[in-house]
């Protein structure tokens, strides 16, 4: 293996941690606002705490579909070096 694919290499491996970091970070927080604003909901409003719930969960799903979808695009950064195979042993 040569010095160019292992640094290449080494940069998609840093650039994939970056942005599942960065997405993790950004998820926990749109999360935390969203169910701040639901607790807040339903102290205000204890009759509406189904629906409330409903739309709190459904929004906190999709919150975190995109850190899922980071997750994934990070893992093809890594799986598309190339070179890899000879990485790895295979």
Do not use: W
Not at 2 to 7: F, I, K, N, P, R
Not at 47 to 61: F, W
């Amino acid at each position: 293996m040569d010095a160019q694919t292992l640094q290449f290499f080494m940069a998609c491996v840093t650039a994939a941690g970056f942005g599942i970091a960065i997405a993790a970070f950004g998820c926990g927080i749109g999360q935390g606002l969203g169910l701040k604003a639901a607790v807040e909901g339903v102290a205000r409003n204890p009759e509406a705490s189904g629906k409330v719930t409903v739309t709190m969960l459904i929004g906190l799903a999709l919150i975190e579909s995109l850190c899922i979808y980071a997750l994934v695009i990070a893992f093809m950064i890594i799986m598309k070096v190339p070179g890899l195979d000879k990485l790895v042993g295979h």
